[in-house]
């Protein structure tokens, strides 16, 4: 049976999945993600490499490599804008790995190297194993350092005119918000993304607010990341809940948004962050029923990634099958 890699390049670690054409799961590894091109590409190329190995006589199976990556990739694999790895901005992709990657695949008559958003790798990774299998349209959002996503329309990725789509972590939510690092203010990302789940305790904490919170990230407010806002959660702690609430509340807005506009069959929420989806996403569904529009036959299913914070390097490996276009 026909074997691909699959890399997701997330802001903080680096996912690599070795995957059979029937979406069973042989090997993975994580590494460190770096905002530094060369590191970047070294530790794409050792993940692979390190695969690669770990596939022993099954490497003779292997047929193709994709790599999920945060931002806009345009068609010539360019990565144009990384606003959350912005030093890797600007790197050509696709030439870099097929010229470091060229020997896992030298001498093979089919062969597949894909790179693309990690927002559709997510999608098409839900879209050939997951939440969206047999749907038409849906639309799956990844929570992770910051927020992508990958529409399918009609069975397909959407693309868009320029190869841009997807990028829903962008979509301006408070024209009064925070400075994102894309440059606009006020983007959703701010809000439902790791980054910004840690920025909200910070400015509670500076409001003398968050004590719990800040004792759990070590008495310094500046270290405080997601997972200690939902730890504080978790203990009972009610400034704790007062966050997750405003997460839930601007996640259900999002959510409501993307509705109008595309009219999907399901949400499905996938990325690191859904570890802790049993806290928000009861909320989250509070919220965007009393938020959307319509009932009934418009109803739109909300559900958690079945891949979990697999799915982008699932994804890209379902791409390099040629299981989804």
């Known amino acids: 049976m026909s074997v691909a890699l699959g890399l997701d390049v997330g802001g903080t670690k680096i996912l690599a999945i070795a995957v059979s054409g029937d979406g069973t799961v042989i090997n993975e590894i994580r590494v460190k993600s770096s905002n530094s091109?060369?590191?970047?590409?070294?530790?794409?190329?050792?993940?692979?490499a390190m695969l690669v190995e770990s596939l022993g006589s099954r490497a003779e199976e292997l047929v193709g490599i994709g790599v999920?990556?945060?931002?806009?990739?345009?068609?010539?694999?360019?990565?144009?804008?990384?606003?959350?790895?912005?030093?890797?901005?600007?790197?050509?992709?696709?030439?870099e790995l097929s010229r470091r990657l060229g020997h896992v695949f030298e001498r093979r008559e089919r062969f597949r190297l894909v790179v693309d958003n990690d927002g559709m790798c997510s999608a098409a990774g839900e879209n050939a194993f997951g939440a969206a299998q047999g749907l038409s349209?849906?639309?799956?959002?990844?929570?992770?350092?910051?927020?992508?996503?990958?529409?399918?329309?009609?069975?397909?990725?959407l693309r868009g005119g320029r190869g841009f789509a997807g990028e829903i972590g962008h979509m301006v939510v408070n024209v009064d918000g925070p400075l994102c690092p894309c440059g606009r203010h006020g983007c959703w990302e701010q809000y439902v993304s790791g980054g910004g789940h840690a920025r909200l305790a910070r400015e509670a904490a500076l409001a003398g607010k968050a004590t719990r919170i800040v004792e759990i990230a070590g008495g310094n407010a500046e270290a405080i990341r997601s997972e200690?806002?939902?730890?504080?959660?978790?203990?009972?702690?009610?400034?704790?809940?007062?966050?997750?609430?405003?997460?839930?509340?601007?996640?259900?807005?999002?959510?409501?948004?993307?509705?109008?506009?595309?009219?999907?069959?399901?949400?499905?929420?996938?990325?690191?962050?859904?570890?802790?989806?049993?806290l928000f996403m009861p909320l989250t569904k509070k919220y965007f029923e009393q938020t959307r529009r319509g009932k009934g036959e418009r109803a739109v299913s909300v559900r958690s990634a079945e891949l979990g914070d697999r799915s982008g390097a699932i994804g890209a490996a379902a791409l390099a099958l040629g299981l989804v276009v």
């Open 37 to 48: 091109r060369k590191r970047l590409l070294d530790s794409l190329e050792g993940a692979t």
């Open 228 to 278: 200690h806002i939902f730890e504080a959660a978790r203990a009972g702690d009610l400034e704790a809940w007062g966050i997750v609430d405003v997460i839930s509340r601007y996640l259900a807005l999002g959510l409501a948004n993307l509705v109008e506009v595309l009219d999907p069959l399901a949400l499905i929420l996938g990325g690191g962050i859904i570890r802790d989806g049993d």
């Open 68 to 95: 999920g990556v945060p931002g806009l990739l345009d068609s010539h694999g360019v990565l144009e804008e990384a606003p959350n790895l912005p030093a890797v901005s600007g790197t050509p992709m696709t030439g």
């Open 137 to 157: 349209d849906a639309i799956v959002i990844t929570l992770g350092t910051g927020v992508g996503g990958g529409v399918i329309a009609g069975g397909q990725l």
